[in-house]
């Protein structure tokens, strides 16, 4: 399975844009990646995915690398509800592994008002 | 998106016996995905459930262990059978309603084993 590599933790300050970054080196290119987030007690929410372009919806936005090795999500105003644990993850188009999404460890975002 | 019912939402069990944990999807679906997360931890899966087949177990989960049924495309329960304290986690079932989007998580069943 293709990996991703996340910081274990990161600190924002409120109503400032947050970037959280993801390496995936080992990306093919039938994987598409994908972000979720964890709020406390809860569990897992869809946030964004892309394939090659920048994405962008509601929530958040994404940047990706030309050489797709990497991506960055973006917080455009965090918010204290943003705090939460989110996952960088690769999701096999081609359905390789079966359709199933593997978690990583993820980066822990705390926001301070 | 899909919308997931889970069902219970806390347990405490004590160690011997077993616990059946239900996902009610309110659309059909495919594949249904069972995670488990250990305190402070990140998630495992643990099987993929697809109706009418056995369900695929991951390295390290045997069927004994998690029995799951998968009787239609709407509902799939797990089974934490002869439980343990080391069984005490958070227990999720996910869908991936539209292929290629995003995938829908249950609210999780909280077990403690005693």
């Known amino acids: 399975d293709a990996k991703t590599t996340q910081p274990n933790s990161m600190e924002s300050n409120e109503e400032e844009p947050v970037h959280l970054p993801c390496n995936h080196s080992?990306?093919?290119?039938?994987?598409?990646i994908h972000w979720y987030r964890q709020l406390p007690s809860q569990g897992p929410e869809y946030v964004i995915h892309?394939?090659?372009s920048n994405v962008n919806n509601r929530m958040a936005s994404l940047a990706i690398a030309e050489d797709r090795k990497s991506s960055t999500l973006i917080l455009h105003r965090a918010t204290l509800r943003d705090a939460a644990v989110y996952y960088c993850i690769l999701r096999d188009w081609g359905d390789n592994q079966g359709g199933k999404l593997i978690f990583g460890q993820g980066t822990e975002l705390s926001v301070k008002p | 998106s899909a919308v997931i019912s889970q069902k219970p939402s806390r347990d405490i069990c004590q160690r011997g016996t077993s616990l059946t944990i239900q996902c009610q999807v309110d659309s059909q679906v495919t594949m249904m995905f069972w995670y488990r997360q250990q305190p402070g931890q990140s998630l495992t899966l643990i099987a993929t459930?697809?109706?009418?087949?056995?369900?695929?177990?991951e390295s390290g989960f045997v069927i004994d262990k998690f029995p799951i049924s998968r009787p239609n495309l709407t509902f799939s329960t797990l089974t934490v059978s002869n439980m343990s304290p080391e069984d005490s986690s958070i227990y999720l079932c996910s869908v991936e309603a539209v292929r290629g989007y995003g995938y829908t998580f249950g609210s999780g069943t909280r077990l403690t084993v005693v």
């Open positions: 080992t990306i093919s290119g039938t994987d598409y």
């Open positions: 459930a697809n109706q009418g087949s056995e369900a695929t177990y």
């Open positions: 892309g394939l090659t």
